[in-house]
T-cell receptor
Framework: EAGVAQSPRYKIIEKRQSVAFWCNPI?????LYWYQQILGQGPKLLIQ????????DSQLPKDRFSAERLKGVDSTLKIQPAKLEDSAVYLC?????????????FGPGTRLTVT | GDSVTQMEGPVTLSEEAFLTINCTYT??????LFWYVQYPGEGLQLLLK?????DKGSNKGFEATYRKETTSFHLEKGSVQVSDSAVYFC????????????FGKGITLSVRP
């Protein structure tokens, strides 16, 4: 079974530029998450999708971040314009629908450096 | 809001030493508890989990028991190996539509031969 795919793996941009990340979850996984992991900290949820609907985006900085999951499969996360403090690893995770005990499967992440 | 607190790191041990990594949580209701591990150059992966009080999760020689009275989920292993060197994250998830994981800061474990 293929895992969660993310691209690109690394990205370096200057502040005020825009950037987009892509995630392809495990086939059949209705729930998709984007987490931000700043160096030395644990991942923090940015947005959660259930199929193509948003369940939780309370921690998403909506003035600069946007995300979509068209057709309930792939998802993109965009930052425009980027700030220095956006330097982090962006993790995509997916799981089947159901109880909270079900495992979330993580992709390898995209490491963003904003200079 | 919900939170997870892990002991400060990093931790350095000799091979075959006993390992304990402390984790406590604050949450309403009855969360599920998890330990995730991140090996060098790899993504986060589930190590073990427990879904209710007094449950013990175990995997690869690691164990953790869900202690509701002390709101803890400490990770233990009787004899660590060099291959256990990684970053370990404690996390919780609540029941309901919002099933996000709330993570601790993580702790780096280095095991010397």
């Amino acid at each position: 079974e293929a895992g969660v795919a993310q691209s690109p793996r690394y990205k370096i941009i200057e502040k005020r530029q825009s950037v987009a990340f892509w995630c392809n979850p495990i086939s059949g996984h209705a729930t998709l998450y984007w987490y931000q992991q700043i160096l030395g900290q644990g991942p923090k949820l940015l947005i959660q999708f259930q199929n193509n609907g948003v369940v939780d985006d309370s921690q998403l900085p909506k003035d600069r971040f946007s995300a979509e999951r068209l057709k309930g499969v792939d998802s993109t996360l965009k930052i425009q314009p980027a700030k220095l403090e956006d330097s982090a690893v962006y993790l995509c995770a997916s799981r089947i629908s159901g109880g909270s005990s079900y495992e979330q499967y993580f992709g390898p992440g995209t490491r963003l450096t904003v200079t | 809001g919900d939170s997870v607190t892990q002991m400060e790191g990093p931790v350095t041990l000799s091979e075959e030493a006993f390992l304990t990594i402390n984790c406590t949580y604050t949450a309403t209701g009855y969360p599920s508890l998890f330990w995730y591990v991140q090996y060098p150059g790899e993504g986060l992966q589930l190590l073990l989990k427990a879904t209710k009080a007094d449950d013990k999760g175990s995997n690869k020689g690691f164990e953790a028991t869900y202690r509701k009275e002390t709101t803890s989920f400490h990770l233990e292993k009787g004899s660590v190996q060099v291959s256990d060197s990684a970053v370990y994250f404690c996390a919780l998830s609540k029941a309901g539509a919002n099933s996000k994981l709330t993570f601790g800061k993580g702790i780096t474990l280095s095991v010397r031969p």
